[in-house]
C-alpha cells in the first residue's frame, strides 16, 4: 500500500547521474528511507580500441560516475546494473523495426515501460524493497474512493513527463514514487545546490541516449542494413524526385526531401510496402482522426463509453479536446474537435482529464 | 551492520605488519634506491630485503625479480616484452587459454593487431586445460605459451608444469599468470618449469600497486619501461619503495604461514557442503578439478548472479561474480562459457572467496542468510 512519509521503508531509486534523479534520491533518504540506488547500464559502455566512448547522451560512464559520487556523498549503497540485453531487445530493436516499417518511434516510453518500472520493481522486490523511484517530473495519487493509483501532471507544467508514462500499470504506479514531481526545476536545482551534489548546474538531457540527433538513419541501416530506395510523390500522383528509404522520413518533416517546389511540401504520408514517400501542402497535414493501439488506461480497464478528453500526439504537442472511444483489443478510437496536424505513426497519444493521465496508445 | 568479506580474490585487506612496514618506508626510509649517499642505501636496502622475500616464496633468485605495478603489467610486461624480442626471428604465434585474465587476453588482442597470431587452447567443463590440446595447436612457429596457473573465477589449476615441457620442446617461451595461486598453493619456478611468472602482492596481503614479474635468468626481454638503469634495464623509474617493501612482506608472511592455507580448505568444503544442502538447485563450477583452497564458483538456478550480489551486499555478505567490466556491470562470465556452461548458467553463479580473516562463524551466518535471500529472488515473477 502507497504510503506517505510516516514511516520508512527500504526504495530502489533509479538513477541517471543527472540532477532530478540524484535530487529524488536525496529527498527520500533525508526522510529517512533505507535507498538504494541502481543505475542502469544500457549499452555497451566499453569503447574501442583506442578507449573511444559510444555515443550518448545520458546513461554514459560519465553519468554512471556522477550518480555513483551522489550515492557516495548522500551515504546509501549504488549499484550499476547491466541492461543492455533487454535495453536492445526491448527498446532498440522496436526502434529499428518501426522506422523499418515508416513510423516514427518513441522508444524513450518503452524503457520507462518496459524497463525501469518493470524490470526495475522486479528488482526491487528482489532486493526486499518496497517501491522504486525516479527523477521523473509526474506525480501519483491514491484514489481512495476507488481504491486506485492516479497519474498526475507534475507540478512544473514545463518540465512534465507524464506523456512518458503513460503505459504503467495499477501495478507498477502502486510502487512508483516520483519525488522531484511536486517540485519546480529550479527548486530541484536549488535542493541540489544545497546539498553541495556536483550535478546541480548538470544540463538537462534531450536526446534519445543511444542515438546522436540526426544520426538515426545511419543507426537504422546499421541494424538493418540498407532500405530499399523508392519515389517521392505528390499526393496528386505526381513522382517528384526519389529516396534512399523511408527511415530518412517523419510525418510533417519539410526539409531533406530533395524535391524543389514554388510552395513548401511536407512528408504526408509513408509507405513501408511500397516504400512510397508522399508530400503536399501543409493543409493535407491535417488529420481530425487516428487509431491508437495497445492502449493503457490508467484505471486499469477502459471506461464503458466514450470519453471527452484532451489528447496530446507528441510530447510537445499543445493537447488538444477530443473524444476517446475505447474499441477492443486495447485499441481506441480518437476524434479530434479540430483537425490536427502531422499525426504521426508511431508516436504516443496520451490522454488527459484535467491533470490526470487516462491512459494513452501508440498511434497506428 | 557486521559485515564479512568473502571476495579474496579481488583483493585482499593488508596484514598490519605489512602496513607497520610500509609505513616505516615511506617516513623514515624515504631516500631514491639509486641515490650513493646513506638516505639512498637506507631504501635500496629495503629494496634488495623485499626481491629476496619474494623471490623465496617462488623458488627464485632475487636477481630475476622485476617490481612492478601489479600483475597487469606483469602480465602486459612478459608477453609484449617477449613479443617484441622474439619476433625478429619470425615466430609470431602465441597460445594461451581461453580462461585466462583480461590482463592477457587484451595484451593478445594488441599483439594480434601488430599482426601476431594467437590460439586460445579450450577448457571443458572441468575448467582444466588439456595437455593434449596445446600439443594439438602448438608449432614451430609458436613463440609465447600462456596458461594462468590457477583461474581467478573458479580457482582451478592448470597443469602448467607439463604444458611448459611441451611448450619447450618446441623451443617456445613460457609464461604463466600466477597472480591467483601464489601464496594459495605452493609456487615454485623451476617446479613449474616457466620462463616468466606473473604475480600481485594485493591477492595475499600486500598493497595495491605492487607486483612482479619473475624472468628466469637469461630470457630475453624487452624493456617494460624506457628510462634509467632501474631494474637492471628492465623497468626505468625510480622504484616504488614502500609498495614493494609491502610486497615483500606479506610474501614473508605467505611463507610462514603455509597452516591457514588447510584451514581456508575446510571452510571452504564446508561452506560448499553447507550451500548445496540448504539451497536447492546450486552447482559448484569446477567441482571435482583441482581448486586452491580459499574459491568456490557456485551457480544458482533461477537467479540473475547480479541481483544476488546486490541482495547478499545489503545483508553484509560481500562476493562476487567473477569479474567486473568498466563501469562495474556485470557480464556473462567468459571463463563459465569456455567451459561450455548453458547460457543462463553464466549468468546465475557467484564466486566466494576466503581469506585470512574469515571465521567459522562468517561462513555460518552466510549459510544462515541464502536460502531466504535466494528464495526471495526466485519469486520474481519472469517476464
Known sequence: MRTGSEFTMRIVVAMSGGVDSSVAAALLA???HDVIGLSMQLYDQSGGAAGDLRFGSCCTLDDLSDARRVAGALGFPHYIVNFERRFDEEVVSDFVREYVAGRTPIPCVHCNGELKFASLVDRAHGLGASAVATGHYAQVEHDAASNRFRLKRAVDRHKDQSYFLFSLTQAQLAHARFPVGTLHKDAVREEARRLGLRVADKPDSQELCFVAAGAHAAFVERRAGKLPAGPVRHRDGRVLGGHDGV??????????LGVSSPIPLYVVDIDADTATVTVGP??????????????????????????????????????????????????????????????????????YDGEYVLGGGWID | MPRAYFDHNATTPPDPTVVAAMVRALVDDFGNPSSVHHFGQCAKALLDEARSSVADLIGAEPSEIVFTSGGTEADNFALRGAAEALEAGGRRHLIATAIEHEAVLNTIKALQRRGWTATLLPVGASGVVEPAALSAAITDRTAIVSVMHANNEIGTIQPVAALAAIAHAHGALVHTDAVQSVAKIAVDVRALGVDLLSLSGHKFNGPKGAGALWIKRGTRLLPAMTGGKHERNRRGGTENVPGNVGLGVAARLARQKTGELARLAALRDRLERGVLDAVDGTAVNGAGSPRVPNTTNIGFEGVEAESLLIALDLEGFAVSTGSACSSG???????????????????????????????????????AALPAVVGRLRTLVRR
Open chain 2, 329 to 367: 556491470t556485470l557480464e556473462p562470465s567468459h571463463v563459465l562459457r569456455a567451459m561450455g556452461l548453458p547460457a543462463h548458467r553464466t549468468q546465475n553463479s557467484i564466486r566466494i572467496s576466503l581469506g585470512a580473516g574469515n571465521t567459522d562463524a562468517e561462513v555460518d551466518a552466510l549459510l
Open chain 1, 282 to 351: 501543409r493543409s493535407a497535414l491535417d488529420r481530425i482522426s487516428l487509431t491508437a493501439s495497445k492502449v493503457n488506461w490508467i484505471a486499469g480497464q477502459p471506461p464503458g463509453a466514450a470519453v471527452r478528453a484532451s489528447a496530446r500526439i507528441r510530447h510537445r504537442h499543445q493537447e488538444a479536446p477530443a473524444t476517446i472511444t475505447p474499441e477492443p483489443g486495447a485499441r481506441a478510437h480518437v476524434v479530434f474537435d479540430t483537425p490536427q496536424a502531422a499525426i504521426t505513426p508511431g508516436q504516443a497519444v496520451v490522454f
Open chain 1, 247 to 256: 527511415h530518412r522520413f517523419t510525418i510533417g518533416q519539410r526539409k531533406g
Open chain 1, 30 to 32: 533525508a526522510e529517512g
